[in-house]
T-cell receptor
């Protein structure tokens, strides 16, 4: 039972490069989320997908795009990476709103 | 916007001591969650609270949803070295998909 799986675990990019972070869950959850975690700032919501086929902006969406590929998969794309996007990115999922979220182990992204 | 204050920011305690941390907000919420994050891993749910006044335990952990629905606390009894980590509170308002997370309490246990 893998839960929420994120790939890659680590990545280093140069400014201006693009990249897609992958997330998959095997719990048949309806909703999926992308957060970033920066030192001293806790977790901030980037985008979420309430259900397959829908996506909405969170607190810090600028510079990111997302795709809910199917019920299992939710990807996060950086079109032109900037040093300010250096962070740890977490994907999460839950059955429905107001339900506890389950997190992956994160992708550690450094942009030089 | 909604403000969420989590305290203390960090604490060092001796093994065997009890620990208390809390979260307060300027708004009323319907759900409080407490998570723990170990180094290099994602947050793991410890306790979920859904009703004002609710007191819930999970082993040595006890959490309460404040009567005013604006605060919550987490207690850890008889701490052990593996309690080290970052503890986050999170809340959501009814009918939304957006959770707001606190900035975390970093706990270090001295053996």
């Amino acid at each position: 039972n893998a839960g929420v799986t994120q790939t890659p675990k680590f990545q280093v990019l140069k400014t201006g490069q693009s990249m897609t972070l992958q997330c998959a869950q095997d719990m048949n959850h309806n909703s999926m989320y992308w957060y970033r975690q920066d030192p001293g700032m806790g977790l901030r919501l980037i985008y979420y997908s309430a259900s397959e086929g829908t996506t909405d902006k969170g607190e810090v969406p600028n510079g990111y795009n997302v795709s809910r590929l199917n019920k299992r998969e939710f990807s996060l794309r950086l079109e032109s990476a900037a040093p300010s996007q250096t962070s740890v990115y977490f994907c999460a999922s839950d059955r429905d709103r107001d339900q506890p979220q389950h997190f992956g182990d994160g992708t550690r992204l450094s942009i030089l | 916007g909604q403000q969420l204050n989590q305290s203390p920011q960090s604490m060092f305690i001796q093994e065997g001591e009890d620990v208390s941390m809390n979260c307060t907000s300027s708004s009323i919420f319907n759900t409080w969650l407490w998570y723990k994050q170990d180094p290099g891993e994602g947050p793991v749910l410890l306790i979920a609270l859904y009703k004002a006044g609710e007191l819930t335990s999970n082993g040595r952990l006890t959490a309460q949803f404040g009567i005013t629905r604006k605060d919550s606390f987490l207690n850890i009894s008889a701490s052990i070295p593996s309690d080290v980590g970052i503890y986050f509170c999170a809340y959501t308002t009814s009918g939304t998909y957006k959770y707001i997370f606190g900035t975390g309490t970093r706990l270090k246990v001295l053996a």
